[in-house]
């Protein structure tokens, strides 16, 4: 998979996405990270990407011309191209499963105020991490593309799981235990220590509802 970003502050990108499974799976070719600095699409000596909006108010807006300019220069056919806003839809387990079928994602990070409307006909998609507004959407891009890489075919080795975690069945996830059997006075459930698989899963099964029923009763519908 390719998946490129459109943001003011590349910076931000090197860090998070250097570590752990993403750098994994970017060294093993499964993902192809490039993140691009949007300025690199303006004209201009002071490199303009934000004006005063019409009708006045407070803050600037994102200009058209460098994202459509850049848009048109990354995207073809393949690319599902996706606006970063506290306007988009909630990004979710499903939403990253579906993510995660595609060959090339192109993420447009907003600043400033927001994007100005016009933007919005390039983009196949608008997702929201969150009822809250962030400085610029760097962030959530950093969390689409975080769990979209969890899910690409291979980058979980077969240790790992994405069938029995969190929202996998639209459940939390179960209480999860290791050694020691007790600490500080607090034992591991005995029947995960029985050995009887069948009773275990039947367990974890009930444990994941409870759990779901008591802290996001709204996810059993
Ligand atoms: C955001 C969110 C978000 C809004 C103004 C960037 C900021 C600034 N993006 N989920 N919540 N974006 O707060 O995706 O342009």
């Given at each position: 998979?390719?998946?490129?970003?459109?943001?003011?502050?590349?910076?931000?990108?090197?860090?998070?996405?250097?570590v752990?499974?993403?750098a994994r799976?970017?060294?093993?070719?499964?993902?192809d990270?490039?993140?691009?600095?949007?300025?690199?699409?303006?004209?201009?000596?002071?490199?303009?990407?934000?004006?005063?909006?019409?009708?006045?108010?407070p803050?600037?807006?994102?200009?058209p011309?460098?994202?459509?300019?850049?848009?048109?220069?990354?995207?073809?056919?393949?690319?599902?191209?996706?606006?970063?806003?506290?306007?988009?839809?909630?990004?979710t387990?499903?939403?990253?499963?579906?993510?995660?079928?595609?060959?090339?994602?192109?993420?447009?990070?907003?600043?400033?105020?927001?994007?100005?409307?016009?933007?919005?006909?390039?983009?196949?998609?608008?997702?929201?991490?969150?009822?809250?507004?962030?400085?610029?959407?760097?962030?959530?891009?950093?969390?689409?593309?975080?769990?979209?890489?969890?899910?690409?075919?291979?980058?979980?080795?077969?240790?790992?799981?994405?069938q029995?975690?969190?929202?996998?069945?639209?459940?939390?996830?179960?209480?999860?235990?290791?050694?020691?059997?007790?600490?500080?006075?607090?034992?591991?459930?005995?029947?995960?220590?029985?050995?009887n698989?069948?009773?275990?899963?039947?367990?974890?099964?009930?444990?994941?509802?409870?759990?779901?029923?008591?802290?996001r009763?709204?996810?059993?519908?």
């Amino acid at each position: 998979m390719k998946i490129e970003v459109l943001t003011l502050f590349p910076e931000m990108f090197a860090g998070p996405l250097d570590v752990s499974m993403v750098a994994r799976a970017r060294k093993s070719g499964l993902l192809d990270l490039q993140i691009r600095n949007l300025r690199d699409w303006t004209h201009d000596r002071h490199k303009t990407v934000d004006d005063r909006p019409f009708g006045g108010g407070p803050g600037m807006v994102l200009k058209p011309e460098p994202i459509f300019e850049a848009v048109e220069a990354l995207a073809d056919n393949q690319t599902h191209v996706l606006m970063m806003s506290p306007a988009g839809r909630s990004f979710t387990q499903a939403v990253a499963r579906e993510l995660s079928t595609k060959q090339h994602l192109l993420l447009l990070c907003g600043s400033y105020e927001g994007f100005d409307e016009r933007i919005r006909t390039l983009v196949h998609d608008e997702l929201s991490i969150g009822d809250y507004v962030l400085t610029n959407g760097g962030l959530p891009a950093m969390v689409v593309i975080d769990t979209v890489t969890r899910l690409i075919p291979g980058v979980l080795g077969d240790d790992e799981s994405a069938q029995d975690e969190s929202f996998s069945h639209g459940l939390l996830e179960y209480p999860q235990y290791t050694r020691p059997a007790e600490f500080r006075g607090m034992k591991v459930p005995e029947i995960l220590m029985s050995g009887n698989h069948a009773e275990i899963e039947r367990w974890r099964r009930e444990q994941a509802r409870l759990r779901t029923q008591e802290r996001r009763p709204d996810l059993l519908g």
